[in-house]
């Protein structure tokens, strides 16, 4: 039937809250394995560059899984989606809690990733589909919160449990939660939806896959083999000919995989690029500061956890407040009041010294994370509310995706960063301990921890810059949504409602 935004069915909280939890045990995974890594390292005799395929991996699957998802929503139910996604990430996770070797390990993680990028944009579609337009921010913030408390609390017990157990147990602690979700969603959720004539274009699929693998691959890789190995710059041109190959398939087709026209919404494609910014600047904190505290300062996993927690649960408890301001003042004056505090902070992040205090990073770490605050859930939401609620799936696919690409690339750019900073650092220092009639072997661990320093600071340095970018473009932001969707009846082609009111 037709059916306008005022028209918003009553929220099914029973499926918000299986779906919320269902995504609260996939994000705590994530920020459980971070602190884990030297400890599998150890354990399975691999290095740096093989660990880190756990998370590039991770996002690897998710670059290529996210943009189907639009078509999944518009043709399967939420529980028969749900269900898919929960076992999915269930069956991996049981799996690389078995692993004795490291390709069993990546396997398993590679499974998480299948189900977790069905998740997120299935949890996604369903809240912007359950609340009006002017409650949306505080639905949001509210979600926020409870998904912000997995970083608030996954570093400290990832900790806790590394140093009183094998790193297994991080996945032996996650199953049964898993489990226990899959049977609730398999006994609660009973929402049906008509059978919708809608076919995948297998094509599609392939150009998708290439383009956003090929990408997510060559920027992945680049940290490692450098910017000059032909498995770095041949995948990054195939996947950039896919991907426009894709695009241009896209806009012939009447009901696409991935609706690119939803960039003609300039709050869209504005919100787009500033999360896509604001991503690669974050990745800054989330990837360097372990290396500093951990490598370089030789601070424990446990109070590595504790020095982040502070910070992660600023964000947590911030996200409802935003999202209430939100509704009230919109997303400019919060984006640009939270990106200035981000960059400030993220420049005092490149002056970091051997001797700087753990209280002084701590806090610096948690005013960082009250600028983010204010940044990612306002804009993102500002973003999607003017789109017609037919294109919700594809807007949260995309948004989805190009926050992976956006990840992958900022990961890649920045260890490229800090590792040929060192090593320029290193010969510098080298240099010079010769001239002064010093044996530079004698001090060459002096020199490698110093040498990384520098390249760390640096690369905190460059994303400074990067922040300020998206401080730039935050100012152009424009409430948006409420005007169009008054006036223009949502089409009720595709039925998103159907997602709740048949549930």
Known sequence: MSQSVKETPKPKYGILAILIVGAFIAFLNNTLLNIALPSIMADLQIETATVQWLTTGFMLVNGIMIPATAFLIEKYSVRRLFLVAIGLFTIGTVIAGM??????????????????????????????????????GAAMGVFGLILMAAPAIGPTLSGWIIEHYDWRMLFHFVTPIAITIFLLGFFLLKDKKEKVNIRLDLFSLILSSAGFGGILYGFSSAGNKGWDSPQVYLTIGIGVISLISFIIRQSKQERPMLNFTIFKYPMFALSSSITMVVNMAMFSGMLLLPIYVQTIRGISPLDAGLMMLPGALVMAFMSPITGRLFDKIGGRILATTGLAITVVTTYLFSTLSMDTTYNYIMILHAVRMFGMSMVMMPVSTNGLNQLPARFYPHGTAMNNTLNQVAGAIGTALLVTIMSNRTESAAADLAKEAMAGGADPATLQQQIMMQAMLEGINFAFFIATFIAGLAFVLAFFIKRAGREEEVKKPIVPESKPADLVTNA
């Open 99 to 136: 692993a004795e070797i490291f390709p069993v390990l990546l396997g398993g993680r590679m499974l998480q990733a299948s189900g977790s990028a069905i998740m997120m944009p299935l949890l996604m579609n369903v809240m912007l589909i359950s609340f009006p337009i002017e409650k949306r």
